[in-house]
């Protein structure tokens, strides 16, 4: 199956199958409506970096990466963890997005 670039379409498929909805896209980021986790464009079309808000429980987290690579995997995609990310507001009020690999979370 070809994938295309960023396919968002094929993204909001995914989450749908995990009852999730997609609020806002912003670049290579996709934003989920309950801030539990946001998925990244990577440079493979057919791969999504996942990173999990770095609030949301470890032991929800395993389950939850399982729903997705199986989503995922219907419409040849694959899910990649990465690690976790925070928000975090700057003084000019917008908001700044902070990534931890894995290794680090």
């Known amino acids: 199956m070809h994938i295309p670039h960023r396919a968002l379409g094929i993204v909001r498929e995914i989450?749908?199958?995990i009852a999730h909805d997609v609020t806002y896209a912003y670049d290579d980021l996709i934003f989920m409506d309950h801030n539990?986790?946001?998925?990244?464009?990577?440079?493979?079309?057919?791969?999504l970096n996942l990173y999990f808000n770095i609030e949301f429980p470890a032991d929800e987290a395993e389950e939850?990466?399982?729903r997705l690579e199986e989503a995922a995997a219907k419409r040849s995609m694959k899910i990649i963890r990465k690690g976790h990310y925070e928000l975090a507001q700057k003084p000019d009020d917008n908001l700044e997005v902070r990534f931890f690999?894995?290794?680090?979370a």
């Not at 539990?36 to 791969?47: C, G, I, V």
């Open 101 to 104: 690999d894995k290794a680090q």
């Open 36 to 47: 539990a986790y946001l998925l990244q464009f990577s440079d493979n079309n057919n791969e």
């Open 64 to 66: 939850m990466t399982a």
């Open 15 to 17: 989450t749908a199958d």
